[in-house]
């Protein structure tokens, strides 16, 4: 675990280039041999906007890292955060809440506060707006969310007290579990109801991805599933159901085009308030 965690506090910008593309390969791969959606549709067209909104993601946070390790060396130096109050645990304890607390607060609470703030949904839609939901829509974030993530996360590390070599792990595994769970992939109902035990399964995300409510507000989580359970926003639903979008913005051919979907965020609409079944 102190090799573990010495690399991440080091980890070349390199590597974390390589865990981006090679989880973005192994299961665009899969996709091909263990596809969940049948419906054709043109793979390569549809990822350019992804990917696009995934570079943009990737330059935002490379541009707004050194705050990101200030305030990682700061708490620490300063044993300032909820794990630098704790008495002294484990090492594989300390990681463990490390990650459990980082995935609460920079990411189930901002993805649960987007659903709940108008202004901060329009910009969420861009990443809901997508009809075909496969490995490439996991950074499928506008701009300006991508800035909001950026300071949640921030937030998360200075509450937590989280040093940096847990930050960079925890980034690691949340790419590439957001990679595994838009992934249109499918794994046995009852491997993936087990996993959902545990982390978010690729079942259990697609239901978020419904077009209608109540299922587009529940599902939150990020990593752990753990906290859709505790707070009361976990929901089932047959995954052959699931219908991909949003329901009041069902434009697929405006929802596939980057500058249209650099607009979205500034569009007319307001969110349903009542549940639809």
Do not use: C
Not at 14 to 23: E, Y
Not at 220 to 233: A, E, P, Q, V
């Amino acid at each position: 675990m102190e090799q573990l965690i010495a690399y991440f506090e080091e980890i070349p910008s390199l590597h974390r280039s390589l865990i981006l593309v090679g989880g973005l390969t192994l299961f665009w791969l899969l996709e091909n041999q263990l596809p969940l959606k049948l419906t054709p549709y043109k793979k390569w067209k549809h990822a350019v906007p992804n990917l696009f909104f995934t570079l943009t993601t990737v330059i935002i946070n490379f541009i707004l890292a050194f705050l990101l390790i200030q305030t990682s060396d700061w708490v620490v130096t300063e044993n300032f955060g909820v794990l630098q109050w704790l008495p002294e645990l484990p090492l594989w304890l300390h990681v463990l809440l490390g990650l459990l607390l980082l995935d609460l607060v920079g990411a189930y609470f901002p993805h649960w506060t987007e659903h709940r703030i108008q202004p901060l949904w329009m910009i969420h839609l861009v990443h809901h707006s997508d009809h075909y939901v496969d490995t490439t829509t996991a950074n499928r974030h506008h701009p300006l969310e991508s800035v909001i993530r950026f300071i949640f996360t921030l937030f998360g590390v200075f509450v937590i007290g989280t040093g940096i070599g847990i930050v960079m792990l925890y980034q690691s595994l949340s790419l590439v579990a957001t990679q595994f769970t838009h992934a249109n992939i499918s794994l046995p109902k009852k491997v993936d109801l087990w996993l959902s035990y545990v982390v978010v399964s690729p079942d259990m995300h697609k239901i978020h991805h419904h077009y209608k409510l109540p299922y587009t507000d529940t599902n939150y989580g990020n990593i752990f599933s753990i906290w859709d359970r505790l707070f009361g926003t976990f929901s089932r639903m047959d995954r052959e159901k699931v219908v991909y979008g949003v329901d009041v913005f069902f434009d697929e051919n405006a929802n596939g085009k980057i500058d249209q979907l650099l607009k979205q965020p500034f569009q007319k609409y307001r969110k349903p308030t009542s549940i639809e079944s």
